[in-house]
């Protein structure tokens, strides 16, 4: 089980985590943040194979992945 946390107001909504991901399970949010941007989101977490690739990759450290 992967548990996914995102600090959706650090993000800046660069999109290397999306771009990256090898599962293809995130993609930009239609809500802005209190930052102005469209943070990420996860589209199916069962995807996910917590390779934590998202995490190390965001520049403002707003992704924290957990395998449970």
Do not use: T, W
């Not at 909504?13 to 989101?41: A, D, H, Q, R, T």
């Not at 069962?46 to 450290?61: G, H, R, T, V």
């Amino acid at each position: 089980m992967v548990r996914f946390e995102n600090k959706k107001d650090k993000c800046k909504g660069c999109g290397l985590c999306i771009e990256f991901c090898p599962e293809g399970v995130l993609e930009f949010s239609s809500e802005l943040n209190s930052l102005g941007y469209y943070p990420i989101k996860i589209i199916d977490i069962s995807n996910c194979k917590a390779c934590k690739f998202c995490e190390l990759i965001c520049p403002d450290s707003a992704i924290k992945v957990f395998k449970q």
